[in-house]
């Protein structure tokens, strides 16, 4: 059954797993990122491979506890990205043992730039945020129906955000524009083929969970003006 009004829900084994799995794929992701790989034509960070999860996972935990608890696991997701480059940092500036000689390889892997670390906060946390809300927004006007459809259009977008912001401010005048371009356009082009493909896995699990659990929140919470100008319009003709 849908509800209609934000609700408070119970912890439950499903959000803890779903919550956890996002986490570490979102810092997995970016420990990837550091190396480049060909899929293909397509040249790409390896990382592109996990990136595509976190908004699948998105999707899914939006469409079933709704945007208010999606924001706060996003949320959660930036946080424990931030942590976990701070004991990195902290790793990085801890004197090497007198017989290990690798610190300098160690650093050259995981010592990122700090215009990639502020690339991959801005991408990450715009476009999971814009994903969450447009597809909150679209079950919100179609009453839950048509979830693939709804998982299609708002991962496009927020992948759009994602891939733009993180590029141009991790990459702008550091690689040239000209190889720039075609670099964004592939991982673009390959991050909407995954996407799609988990998209309809997506719906797969959402079918499950909601049918197992009983749960399926429609949550007005990011479009309260609605409500409001529903309740003026009621008022009036009234």
């Not at 034509?41 to 208010?68: H, K, N, Q, R």
């Not at 912001?165 to 991982?187: D, G, R, W, Y």
């Not at 699990?205 to 949550?219: A, G, L, M, N």
Request: a positive charge; glycine letters at 6%; aromatic letters at 14%.
């Amino acid at each position: 059954m849908i509800k209609n009004k934000r609700t408070h829900l119970e912890i439950n084994d499903t959000l803890i797993i779903l919550s956890s799995i996002f986490s570490m794929i979102v810092i997995a992701g970016n420990i990837f990122a550091l190396k480049f790989t060909t899929i293909g034509p397509f040249s790409t960070p390896a990382g592109m491979i996990c990136f595509p999860f976190t908004y699948t996972l998105g999707d899914i935990i939006t469409e079933i506890y709704g945007y208010s608890i999606a924001r706060k696991v996003i949320l959660m997701g930036l946080f424990n990205l931030v942590l976990f480059y701070i004991f990195l940092k902290l790793v990085i500036a801890l004197p090497p043992a007198s017989f290990w000689h690798l610190q300098k390889e160690f650093e050259a892997v995981f010592g990122l730039s700090s215009r990639i670390l502020l690339g991959t906060i801005v991408g990450y946390l715009s476009g999971e945020l814009v994903n969450s809300r447009i597809l909150s927004f679209l079950k919100y006007i179609t009453q839950g129906n048509i979830f693939v459809p709804r998982a299609v259009a708002s991962t496009i977008i927020g992948v759009t955000t994602d891939t733009l912001f993180f590029n141009i401010a991790a990459f702008l005048f550091i690689i040239p524009f000209s190889i720039l371009l075609p670099f964004i356009l592939q991982q673009y082009l390959l991050k909407i083929c995954f996407e799609i493909v988990g998209a309809f896995a997506a719906g797969f699990i959402v079918k499950k969970i909601k049918k197992t659990q009983k749960i399926d929140i429609i949550d007005p919470y990011p479009f309260k003006w609605i409500e409001k100008y529903k309740k003026n319009q009621d008022g009036e003709t009234h």
